[in-house]
């Protein structure tokens, strides 16, 4: 291994740009800490930068992720470059942005808090000096060189820093470690608006599965529709199948899941999916993306042909990364676990809230795996990495489950979760102490009048929506997919 060529010191660094790491950054700069951002990519924003935002409601229909996110939010729409919030009853919420608007805003708001950034640049290693995490070494186009933090924080999503300090980590299901089948989205442009919703209100289609069994909601969603901006699918089940009969669909996938854009032609299909990936391991990211260039024609296809509204309409835009749902979860001081978000546990150490219900796209069948949660906060313990000094981790990489990531992994919980690090990160380097020893007290009232939503201004169920938009029960009838037939073949697996 060279030298590096060069030594970086800074107070605070982030690593990734992501959901978490972009708040993370913001957070740590407007605080007072000299921050320095590394990513890999050439834009800000990673997987933030190609979907609708979900997870900012509860399924009570009250927001409880606010602060930094929600300020996201306001900018794009004074800008023209969001919808509003648009109410959903298993999602709960939905804002649709313009994923390159919210790039150049993001850019700005790093100018703004003062924020350096280091772009097209790789961490290859960590600094670890006993039990304590020193900063990282990288690579770019300028060689090697070495990064000196007081504190790091791990925003990578594949938990990457923590994995190279020999910090303790797991991945995917405790009985055979596979991980949530990841998509790569991609967008359909001339997609008639008109059209799109004559399909919705067909029945017979069923665009919306988790509707379709409650008579009274889905007439509140039908009187709704119309003036939508933002409508979320997850159904079509029989135009799948009988593409699927006519040897017109060789895709690991028995719904169609996506979600109409506030723009009236475009459409973001979430479709894309293989089964087995390892997203630490190269070449099986790279067997994904093969297989996953080879579906997308499939699809588009399959919309022209069988969808409504989609009789016209084409390819406009691929994602530049595949969206990887779960990878390494870091160890931390406490693991966040499904029981907590069900019972919608309040911790005394609590930084960020969640309520987006746990979402498994399952790792070895088709649909999703889906179990209601009450409003839960998230503790500072399971955002600070286990037996190690100066490491904080956010976003998907943080210690969790399996089964409760798939629910704090959502854009708004991940940015929530950045806000909250990046706090505590500053307050630490300008007291000179360890992260542990910030006083709880003085970084929820931080959060608190920074806006953050830590559990104690969320106040009562929104009856207005309740009654507007309908309510699922909390407990659903679980949905079938698992080890289906449509997944058991060869083909649907990468390096099976």
């Not at 060529?5 to 982030?14: D, F, K, N, P």
């Amino acid at each position: 291994m060279s030298s590096p060529t060069q030594t970086i010191r800074t107070q605070v660094l982030v690593i990734g740009s992501g959901a978490a790491g972009q708040t993370a950054a913001i957070a740590a700069g407007r605080n007072g800490a000299d921050t320095l951002l590394v990513e890999n990519a050439g834009f800000l924003g990673g997987i933030s930068a190609t979907l609708p935002w979900l997870g900012f409601h509860d399924r009570d229909y009250r927001m409880i992720v606010k602060g930094i996110p929600l300020e996201f939010c306001r900018r794009l729409q004074a800008m023209g470059a969001a919808s509003h919030f648009e109410f959903d009853p298993k999602c709960a919420s939905g804002i649709s942005i313009d994923s390159h608007w919210w790039k150049i805003l993001l850019m700005q708001l790093m100018r703004e808090a003062g924020v350096r950034l280091l772009m097209h640049t790789q961490v290859v290693d960590t600094l670890r000096e006993g039990d304590r995490i020193r900063g990282v070494i990288v690579e770019n186009k300028s060689g090697r060189q070495r990064i000196e933090a007081d504190v790091t924080i791990d925003c990578s999503g594949d938990g990457d820093v923590a994995a190279r300090g020999g910090v303790a980590w797991e991945k995917g299901r405790t009985a055979d470690g596979l991980v949530q089948a990841p998509t790569l989205v991609f967008k359909l442009g001339s997609v008639s608006r008109e059209g799109f919703i004559a399909g919705c209100k067909d029945p017979a289609i069923n665009y919306r599965e988790w509707i379709a069994p409650y008579p009274d909601i889905r007439e509140k969603m039908m009187k709704r529709i119309d003036r939508m901006q933002v409508i979320i699918c997850g159904g079509y089940a029989k135009l799948i199948e009988k593409a699927r009969a006519a040897g017109e669909f060789e895709v690991p996938q028995s719904r169609v899941v996506g979600v109409k854009l506030h723009r009236p032609d475009e459409y973001l299909v979430v479709m894309t999916r293989v089964l087995g990936l390892n997203p630490i391991d190269t070449q099986s990211v790279t067997d994904a993306y093969s297989k996953i260039y080879q579906q997308i024609p499939v699809l588009v296809n399959f919309f022209q042909k069988y969808v409504p509204g989609f009789e016209q309409s084409h390819l406009r835009e691929i994602a530049p990364m595949l969206g990887v749902r779960e990878s390494r979860r870091i160890m931390g001081d406490y693991v966040l676990n499904k029981e907590d978000l069900i019972a919608g546990r309040v911790f005394e150490d609590a930084v960020s809230m969640g309520g987006y219900h746990i979402d498994i796209h399952r790792p070895a069948g088709t649909w999703v795996d889906s179990h209601n949660v009450r409003p839960y906060t998230i503790p500072l313990r399971s955002l600070i990495a286990r037996d190690v000094d100066g490491l904080l981790m956010a976003g998907k990489c943080l210690s969790a489950t399996h089964e409760a990531v798939a629910s704090t992994r959502v854009i708004p919980i991940c940015q929530g979760q950045g806000q909250a690090v990046g706090t505590v990160a500053a307050l630490a380097v300008k007291a000179g102490v360890p992260i542990r020893q910030v006083s709880i007290e003085k970084l929820q009232e931080t959060l608190t009048a920074q806006g953050a939503e830590i559990g104690r201004t969320v106040g009562g169920p929104n009856l207005q929506a309740i009654e507007e938009v309908g309510q699922l029960p909390f407990d659903e009838p679980p949905t079938t997919g698992d080890k289906d037939p449509v997944t058991a073949g060869e083909s649907s697996w990468v390096r099976k």
